[in-house]
């Protein structure tokens, strides 16, 4: 897989039990294409490692309380947490429609409060965190010179950090930080917002160590992926990475970073804050086969970026209906080859266009000549179920 870290395709090393983060939703707005292939793309990986006798313990937060949530309860006279709750199981059948495998932990900020205030009280101790010097609202932050590889998960230069931190969420401008790019650990409370009584003083986590807090928690340092969207390269996953050397002195919390390209429309990425989004649900909703969804967003490599078009499902559902003949016909073309072609594209960076083309090969090839091979079917229809998820 190829790893942000050290921009290079590296094979992954997990023991028997492999352990994988991914990030999760923040969810104030329905499950959209570009969560989808997000999803999708980590689902191959943990099916890959099942596939090779490996068990997966694969860990999933919800951003349950973050202040684009409380922006969106807030405009829509919602209760945040009614909000939050609607979404999240929304975007659990979504996933389920598609045939993600579910994460064995789906951990929501609101019900990790306590080990992160666990995690911020310590870096505090440490002096890796310090409050801001303003009497009315003291908020803690994290010294990013305090974790001696910051910069090392990105690479990027100071310039680009410091832009994509204001475009992402930080606040650089806030006064009493010892360093623009210090980022927000611990928010005290502010009337109208939602706020635990804790050892720090009332008020919430800052959105990175959030992640850090639930994937330390279950997964120990040194696990073998953190996963997520290119947009989570910086400064979330550098911040979470960050947060936890100067917790554990060790580094680095992932072995492999792997970031997924954007899925966009009509040039742009497909976000919530744009509003141009095509919705799982919706699609669903309109009669289209998840397993041709599913087939379509496949089609091309999950590190480009990309966009969505409507003729990418409609050569999906050509593509599946021809798979689904070919299997069902009582004799096939030899299997093994194929199957084994499929692990191997998969094997190497997830590269789905080239394993989709040696299932249309094995296709074609059953569908013009019809034999001799009475078990091929089966084995194929498997290996695609198992492998790609899809169930013919
Ligand atoms: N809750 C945080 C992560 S801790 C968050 O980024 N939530 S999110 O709802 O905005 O995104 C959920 C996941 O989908 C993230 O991994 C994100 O990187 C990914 N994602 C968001 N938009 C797109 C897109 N247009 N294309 C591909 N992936 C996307
Ligand atoms: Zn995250």
Redesign the pocket.
């Known amino acids: 897989m190829h790893d942000t870290a050290t921009g290079s395709v590296q094979a992954t090393a997990p023991g028997h039990t492999a352990r994988m983060y ?6 104030y707005d329905a499950t ?1 294409l ?2 989808a ?3 999708l793309a980590f689902d191959l990986i943990h099916r890959y490692w099942r596939d090779a006798g490996h068990e997966v313990h694969y860990v999933q ?3 349950d309380v ?1 202040d684009p949530l409380l922006a969106r309860a807030q405009r829509d006279l919602d209760d945040w947490l009614v909000l939050g709750m609607r979404e999240t199981a929304l975007f659990r059948e979504d996933m389920e429609s598609l045939r993600i495998l579910p994460p064995r932990d789906l951990i929501g900020a609101v019900e990790a409060i306590g080990e992160i205030v666990e995690v911020v009280a310590k870096l505090l101790a440490s002096g890796a965190a310090y409050r801001v010097d303003d009497p009315r609202y003291p908020d803690i932050y994290f010294d990013h010179q305090a974790a001696a590889h910051f910069g090392s998960e990105s690479g990027y230069d100071e310039g680009t950090m410091a832009r994509l931190f204001a475009e992402r969420g930080g606040d650089p401008e806030r006064p009493g930080k010892r360093h623009s790019l210090d980022a927000l650990l611990w928010r005290m409370a502010r009337d109208s917002e939602p706020s635990w009584d804790s050892e720090l003083g009332p008020g919430r986590p800052g ?1 990175h160590v ?2 850090c807090a639930i994937a330390l928690n279950r997964l120990g340092t040194g696990f073998d992926v953190q ?6 390269i910086f400064p ?1 996953h550098e911040f979470s990475a960050a947060h936890a050397e100067a917790l554990t002195g060790e580094h680095p919390i992932a072995r492999h970073y792997i970031h ?5 429309l009509n040039g742009e ?4 804050s744009k509003g141009n989004l095509v919705f799982v649900s919706r699609l669903r909703a309109d009669g289209v086969d998840p397993m041709a969804l599913r087939l379509a967003l496949l089609s091309e490599h999950y590190r480009t970026d990309r966009s969505w078009t409507g003729g990418l499902l409609d050569e999906a559902v050509t593509r599946l209906a021809r798979w689904r003949d070919a299997v069902a016909l009582p004799a096939g073309a030899p299997a093994e080859d194929v199957v084994s072609r499929l692990r191997a594209h998969l094997a190497d960076d997830l590269d789905t266009p080239q394993a989709l083309a040696a299932l249309d090969d094995w296709a074609g090839q059953t569908l013009t000549r019809r034999g001799p091979d009475a078990a091929a079917s089966t084995l194929v229809r498997t290996a695609i179920d198992a492998l790609l998820g899809i169930a013919l």
């Open positions: 991914v990030c999760g939703i923040t969810p959209h570009g969560h292939a997000t999803y937060n919800v951003t973050d959105w959030e992640c996963g997520g969207g290119s947009d989570l979330h997924t390209g954007m899925i966009g990425k497909m976000s919530k």
